[in-house]
C-alpha cells in the first residue's frame, strides 16, 4: 500500500483532521517534485546567478523565455601586439557605437594611446539579442599602472561614468653583489639580479664604463634596488637602483640616486657630480682654438683635407686632460699623429689626443682615468708645424665636431644641495650595509 493511499484511509477514518493530515503531508511532496523538475532545467535555473528579480526563479513559459536579455558576462582580455583600445573592444564584438563612447569615457582620466601590448582590460558585457558585433558594455576596467585604475559603467543607453581608484604602493630595498669572472651581466645575473635593475645599473654606468672592453676579471659590483609592492604584499614591478657601486681594479666607484631640489632625477658620485658626464670640449687650460674641424687648406700638405678634429694652440708641455672618464685604448706612436693617446667613455664615444710631446707616467693601454686626470703634455710630434694640441671625439668610430657635440652638462652638486645628497649618500650606504643578501 502506498503512502498517500495509507495516508488517505487513515483521513478518511479520522475526517475531518484527517483532511487536515492530507494537506499538510502530500502538498510538500508535490511541490519539492515540481521545483527539481526546474531545477533540471539549466536555461531557467541560470538565470539565478545574475541580479534579477526573484520571480524568474518560478517556472517560466518557454515561450516566455526568449523576451528576457540574455545575460551579462564578464571577460578578462589582454591587449595584443598593435593593437588599439577600440579594436580590441570591436574583436570582443561590442557594439561600434558603445565602444567609441566608452572610449571617450575612460580618456578622461587615461589616454587611450598609452594602452600597452599585454595590459589585462576587464570587460562586463551584455549580448544584445540580435546580428553580430552588439555587444552592450556595462563596465570596464583599465589598470595603466599598479597605482590606479579607471572604471567606466554604464548609466543608461547613453552615458558612462568614469570613477578612478588610487592604489598605495610598497618600496622596498634589496641589494646584491658579487665577483666578475667573465662578465658583469654574467656575474649580475648568477646572483640574482633582476634583469631590469641589471640594465639599469649598465645604463647609469654606460657614461665611463664600456662594458665589453673595461672590466676584467676580479672587479666587482654592489647594487640597492627597489622592488614595489601592492597593499596586500603582492609583488607589483621592479623599482629604481637606488645605490650602485662598480669596483675596477680595487677602485671604488660608487653611485647614488638623488632627486634634486629642483626634481631633477640623476645618478651623483661621491663628490656630488653626476654620471651623466658631458665631455670636455676643450681638455686643455689657457689654450688658444688654432683651427677648427672640417676642411681647410692643410699647412704641410697644402691641399685641401678634412681636418677631423680641432686644433688648440699651447706652449710645450701644457698638461692635457682626459676628456671623461673612461679607460686607454691606445698609447704610443701613430704616424702624422706623433704621440697619441685614445680613450674610450662607455660604449659609444672615444676621444683622442695627438702630437703629445710625452705621456703621463703610469698610463698605460687598459688603465682608467677619471675625467680631468693628467694624460700627457702639449708637444709637435709627427706631422705638426709647431707645439699644440690635435683633439678629436669620435662617436661610433667616426670623428664628430667637439664643438658642435650637445651632450647632458656635467652637473655638479654644490652648497645647500651638496650636503642635501650627502645625507642621502649616508644614508643610502647605511641601508646597503644594514641588508643582507638572503633578504629576498
Ligand atoms: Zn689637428
Same mark, same amino acid.
Given at each position: 500500500?502506498?503512502?498517500?493511499?495509507?495516508?488517505?484511509?487513515?483521513?478518511?477514518?479520522?475526517?475531518?483532521?484527517?483532511?487536515?493530515?492530507?494537506?499538510?503531508?502530500?502538498?510538500?511532496?508535490?511541490?519539492?517534485?515540481?521545483?527539481?523538475?526546474?531545477?533540471?532545467?539549466?536555461?531557467?535555473?541560470?538565470?539565478?546567478?545574475?541580479?534579477?528579480?526573484?520571480?524568474?526563479?518560478?517556472?517560466?513559459?518557454?515561450?516566455?523565455?526568449?523576451?528576457?536579455?540574455?545575460?551579462?558576462?564578464?571577460?578578462?582580455?589582454?591587449?595584443?601586439?598593435?593593437?588599439?583600445?577600440?579594436?580590441?573592444?570591436?574583436?570582443?564584438?561590442?557594439?561600434?557605437?558603445?565602444?567609441?563612447?566608452?572610449?571617450?569615457?575612460?580618456?578622461?582620466?587615461?589616454?587611450?594611446?598609452?594602452?600597452?601590448?599585454?595590459?589585462?582590460?576587464?570587460?562586463?558585457?551584455?549580448?544584445?539579442?540580435?546580428?553580430?558585433?552588439?555587444?552592450?558594455?556595462?563596465?570596464?576596467?583599465?589598470?595603466?599602472?599598479?597605482?590606479?585604475?579607471?572604471?567606466?559603467?554604464?548609466?543608461?543607453?547613453?552615458?558612462?561614468?568614469?570613477?578612478?581608484?588610487?592604489?598605495?604602493?610598497?618600496?622596498?630595498?634589496?641589494?646584491?653583489?658579487?665577483?666578475?669572472?667573465?662578465?658583469?651581466?654574467?656575474?649580475?645575473?648568477?646572483?640574482?639580479?633582476?634583469?631590469?635593475?641589471?640594465?639599469?645599473?649598465?645604463?647609469?654606468?654606460?657614461?665611463?664604463?664600456?662594458?665589453?672592453?673595461?672590466?676584467?676579471?676580479?672587479?666587482?659590483?654592489?647594487?640597492?634596488?627597489?622592488?614595489?609592492?601592492?597593499?596586500?604584499?603582492?609583488?607589483?614591478?621592479?623599482?629604481?637602483?637606488?645605490?650602485?657601486?662598480?669596483?675596477?681594479?680595487?677602485?671604488?666607484?660608487?653611485?647614488?640616486?638623488?632627486?634634486?631640489?629642483?626634481?631633477?632625477?640623476?645618478?651623483?658620485?661621491?663628490?656630488?657630480?653626476?654620471?651623466?658626464?658631458?665631455?670636455?670640449? +676643450?681638455? $686643455? *687650460?689657457?689654450? =688658444? &682654438?688654432?683651427?677648427?674641424? @672640417? /676642411? #681647410?687648406?692643410?699647412?704641410?700638405?697644402?691641399?685641401?683635407?678634412?681636418?677631423?678634429?680641432?686644433?688648440?694652440?699651447?706652449?710645450?708641455?701644457?698638461?692635457?686632460?682626459?676628456?671623461?672618464?673612461?679607460?686607454?685604448?691606445?698609447?704610443?706612436?701613430?704616424?702624422?699623429?706623433?704621440?697619441?693617446?685614445?680613450?674610450?667613455?662607455?660604449?659609444?664615444?672615444?676621444?683622442?689626443?695627438?702630437?703629445?710631446?710625452?705621456?703621463?707616467?703610469?698610463?698605460?693601454?687598459?688603465?682608467?682615468?677619471?675625467?680631468?686626470?693628467?694624460?700627457?703634455?702639449?708637444?709637435?710630434?709627427?706631422?705638426?708645424?709647431?707645439?699644440?694640441?690635435?683633439?678629436?671625439?669620435?662617436?661610433?668610430? +667616426?670623428? $664628430? *665636431?667637439?664643438? =658642435? &657635440?650637445?651632450?647632458?652638462? @656635467? /652637473? #655638479?652638486?654644490?652648497?645647500?644641495?651638496?650636503?642635501?645628497?650627502?645625507?642621502?649618500?649616508?644614508?643610502?650606504?647605511?641601508?646597503?650595509?644594514?641588508?643582507?643578501?638572503?633578504?629576498?
Amino acid at each position: 500500500m502506498s503512502l498517500v493511499r495509507k495516508i488517505v484511509n487513515v483521513a478518511l477514518r479520522k475526517a475531518p483532521l484527517g483532511l487536515l493530515v492530507v494537506v499538510t503531508s502530500i502538498l510538500p511532496l508535490l511541490i519539492f517534485d515540481w521545483r527539481s523538475t526546474n531545477a533540471a532545467r539549466p536555461n531557467v535555473n541560470k538565470y539565478s546567478f545574475y541580479n534579477t528579480p526573484a520571480i524568474r526563479l518560478l517556472p517560466v513559459d518557454p515561450v516566455l523565455e526568449k523576451d528576457f536579455p540574455p545575460p551579462t558576462f564578464t571577460k578578462k582580455v589582454k591587449v595584443g601586439k598593435d593593437d588599439t583600445l577600440i579594436n580590441l573592444l570591436k574583436r570582443e564584438g561590442v557594439a561600434l557605437e558603445n565602444a567609441h563612447k566608452a572610449v571617450k569615457a575612460l580618456s578622461k582620466f587615461y589616454d587611450p594611446r598609452r594602452t600597452k601590448p599585454g595590459q589585462e582590460i576587464t570587460l562586463v558585457l551584455t549580448p544584445q539579442t540580435s546580428g553580430p558585433n552588439n555587444n552592450i558594455i556595462q563596465r570596464m576596467v583599465v589598470r595603466p599602472s599598479i597605482y590606479n585604475e579607471i572604471t567606466i559603467a554604464l548609466i543608461d543607453d547613453q552615458r558612462f561614468r568614469v570613477s578612478k581608484q588610487t592604489f598605495a604602493v610598497k618600496r622596498r630595498l634589496f641589494k646584491e653583489n658579487g665577483s666578475i669572472k667573465t662578465s658583469l651581466y654574467e656575474a649580475a645575473i648568477k646572483s640574482g639580479v633582476p634583469k631590469p635593475i641589471l640594465m639599469e645599473l649598465i645604463r647609469i654606468y654606460s657614461w665611463d664604463v664600456d662594458f665589453q672592453r673595461g672590466i676584467r676579471v676580479g672587479d666587482k659590483f654592489e647594487v640597492l634596488f627597489e622592488k614595489l609592492f601592492t597593499e596586500n604584499g603582492k609583488f607589483a614591478r621592479f623599482g629604481n637602483v637606488v645605490y650602485g657601486n662598480l669596483i675596477l681594479r680595487g677602485e671604488n666607484n660608487p653611485l647614488y640616486r638623488y632627486r634634486t631640489s629642483k626634481g631633477i632625477i640623476g645618478y651623483f658620485d661621491n663628490k656630488g657630480k653626476s654620471a651623466r658626464k658631458a665631455l670636455m670640449r +676643450t681638455p $686643455i *687650460n689657457g689654450a =688658444r &682654438l688654432s683651427s677648427g674641424f @672640417g /676642411k #681647410r687648406r692643410h699647412p704641410i700638405l697644402g691641399y685641401n683635407k678634412l681636418h677631423r678634429g680641432v686644433d688648440f694652440s699651447a706652449p710645450r708641455g701644457t698638461p692635457v686632460y682626459a676628456a671623461g672618464s673612461g679607460s686607454i685604448v691606445k698609447k704610443g706612436r701613430n704616424g702624422a699623429y706623433g704621440n697619441y693617446i685614445r680613450v674610450r667613455h662607455g660604449s659609444k664615444f672615444e676621444t683622442a689626443y695627438a702630437h703629445l710631446s710625452r705621456f703621463k707616467p703610469g698610463i698605460r693601454i687598459g688603465a682608467r682615468v677619471r675625467q680631468g686626470a693628467i694624460i700627457g703634455y702639449v708637444g709637435s710630434t709627427g706631422r705638426s708645424t709647431g707645439p699644440h694640441l690635435h683633439y678629436e671625439i669620435l662617436k661610433n668610430n +667616426t670623428q $664628430i *665636431n667637439p664643438l =658642435r &657635440l650637445k651632450m647632458p652638462s @656635467g /652637473k #655638479r652638486l654644490a652648497g645647500n644641495e651638496l650636503a642635501l645628497f650627502s645625507s642621502v649618500q649616508a644614508k643610502l650606504e647605511q641601508q646597503y650595509t644594514a641588508l643582507d643578501t638572503n633578504h629576498k
